[in-house]
């Protein structure tokens, strides 16, 4: 297998300022989403061309955006008003986990900062320096974050302490033992770990990260993984390269997304709403994936989006110069 472009570089041809990265806001599967008929979209928040947001995650009207230069944006009315503030470091932070009780925010250099409580912030050991794409964490306190160059990294303790997980990457399988880069990660409340990334590698972990199963590969690879409660779920990629679960990521079947665009997130409910992010472009599907249509909107056509997640307030995308998108009325 050939490596193809990291998401970095990607970004970088975009935008020199930041390094970019594909990264999944998990979302939350008893939200209903809102109906996709005319599909409205509105700019909540924008912010200069030299910002950007990577990453979006919301606990009922509870949530929080993060990007470039240490960038976050905070809300607790579902986003319809946001509050911007700073994080103790100047580094982009790629990846997001909210929870009730516990923030994980990851980035840069192996960066990964840590709060139980609203403005508080905790840098901690990540055992690694490489660049951390997502992070996800259970009720349980197991936590898993991925990044660039195979790097894994394993916390047992809600993101106190982490240990890097090491790989063999020839016995898994990559061409010549080659290190992927891994982009999105999801932590399900039964411990099991499932990761995408380079070659279209999809990873499956049933004992916290000490074993691993391929479960895919492709030559396109893969940005962003959502799965929800009921154990249906997406991953989505390269070249509209877009995969549907529907046993909790055991077995995957392939869609036609209708796009070639780099696919970058992605967020369903169970009432069959499916919003993908892309670059310039968006992907809706209103019946669960088996058909699909792109949003004509100059909002969407003209700059790219990451992140996505739910609210009562609806479906939010993040992106370029720090736009908080809702799709959706």
């Known amino acids: 297998m050939k490596p193809l472009n990291s998401m970095s570089e990607i970004f970088q041809k975009l935008r020199t300022r930041s390094l970019g990265a594909a990264l999944l806001g998990a979302a939350i599967a008893a939200m209903s989403a809102p109906a996709f008929a005319a599909t409205p979209v509105e700019v909540l928040v924008e912010g200069t061309v030299h910002q950007a947001l990577f990453a979006i995650d919301f606990v ?67 055992d690694t320096d490489k660049r951390l794409f997502s992070v996800s964490a259970n009720a349980n306190g197991f936590a898993v974050a991925v990044g660039e160059f195979g790097a894994i990294i394993l916390s047992n303790d809600g993101g106190s302490t982490w240990t890097q997980q090491e790989m063999d990457w020839l016995e898994i399988g990559t061409d010549g033992g080659a290190e992927p880069h891994l982009y999105s990660v999801f932590v399900g409340e ?73 696919l970058n997130g992605v967020h369903s409910s169970p009432n069959g709403h499916v919003v993908v992010s892309a670059m310039r472009e968006m992907m809706i599907s209103e ?36 736009r908080i998108l809702k799709v959706g009325s």
Do not use: C, H
Not at 203 to 226: M, Y
Not at 234 to 256: C, I, M, N, P, S
Not at 292 to 315: C, H, K, M, P, Q
């Open 60 to 126: 009922g009207d509870k949530g929080m955006a993060v990007g470039d230069d240490g960038e976050v944006q905070a809300t607790e009315d579902g986003g319809r008003t946001w509050k911007q503030a700073k994080l103790p470091t100047e580094m982009a932070m790629l990846g997001l986990d909210f929870d009730r009780g516990r923030i994980l925010v990851v980035g840069q250099s192996g960066v990964v900062l840590r709060s139980d409580a609203p403005g508080k912030w905790e840098k901690v050991d990540s």
């Open 190 to 262: 039964d411990d099991v770990v499932t990761l995408v990334g380079e070659f279209g590698l999809i990873l499956r972990s049933l004992d916290k990260g000490q074993s691993w199963n391929v479960v895919n590969t492709a030559e396109a690879s893969l940005f962003a993984i959502e799965i929800r409660d009921d154990g249906k779920g997406f991953a989505v990629g390269q070249d509209g390269y877009a995969l549907k679960t529907r046993d909790r990521g055991e077995t995957w079947e392939a869609l036609d997304v209708g796009s070639k665009a780099i």
């Open 287 to 322: 019946d669960g994936g088996e058909t699909w249509r792109a949003l004509d909107n100059i909002e969407v056509t003209t700059v790219w989006y990451v992140g996505v997640s739910a609210s009562s307030n609806g479906v939010l995308a993040v992106g370029q110069g720090g």
